[in-house]
């Protein structure tokens, strides 16, 4: 039991294009000292790469498509071995559909300690993943992806939300206003968990 305690802490931060996620698992990170695995960066830049494997990546994200499981999962492990000191990890972006949460969980042996949805509206992510778009120069973030990421994630994740529901670990978090607030009140709540019998 007590190895169980001093295993890190896994976040799934969940939540529409444009809805926050990145900056605050950044915010987080540097509360908490944890390892942020941000998927939509880390799919970006093997996008960047000339490798077959960043090509085929770069065509599905233009198209606002998902990324297969495999390569998913094989990207999120090479991060999480890469942070071995780390007191958890907010893995943001994941899972986008059910079989990767799954997938995850019989791989890394257990489901994770929290699962945190942003609720944001869906004209504010649109507005906000436009605006991201022409400040960072994503070619994801064009109207056309965004709105087919918004659909896939709709469709996709209502799955997800309820398997994590049944498991009592989805936490709600109404985004954007006072966001971090409420992130670590979310968190710290699962400190608190931790620290019992240890």
């Known amino acids: 039991m007590e190895c169980m305690l001093k295993s890190p802490l896994i976040i799934f931060v969940m939540g529409g294009p444009g ?3 990145g900056t605050q698992c950044k915010n987080m990170a ?4 944890f390892c942020h ?12 790469r000339g490798t077959r494997r960043g090509q085929k990546i770069r065509e599905i994200m233009l198209r606002g498509l998902l990324v297969p499981t495999g390569i998913i999962l094989d ?3 090479d991060k999480m071995l890469s942070c071995p000191e780390s007191r958890g990890f ?14 995850f969980e019989r791989i890394v042996g257990r489901p994770p300690d ?8 869906m004209e504010t992510m649109v507005r906000r993943a436009l605006h991201r778009g022409q400040v960072e120069h994503r070619g994801d973030d064009c109207e056309p992806a965004i709105l087919q990421r918004l659909e896939t994630h709709y469709t996709l994740c209502e799955p997800v939300f309820t ?31 931790e620290g019992v019998g240890g």
């Open 19 to 21: 809805c926050g996620k």
């Open 30 to 33: 540097t509360k908490y000292g």
């Open 37 to 48: 695995v941000g998927l939509g960066q880390l799919l970006r830049q093997e996008a960047q």
């Open 75 to 77: 990207m999120i492990n």
């Open 90 to 103: 907010l893995i943001d972006g994941f899972p986008r559909e059910l079989i990767q949460a799954k997938e």
């Open 114 to 121: 929290v699962v945190m949805v942003f609720d944001c509206s």
């Open 163 to 193: 398997f994590y529901q049944q498991k009592n670990l989805l936490r709600n978090v109404e985004a954007p206003e006072n966001i971090f607030a409420k992130c670590c009140s979310v968190i710290e709540s699962l400190q608190r968990l």
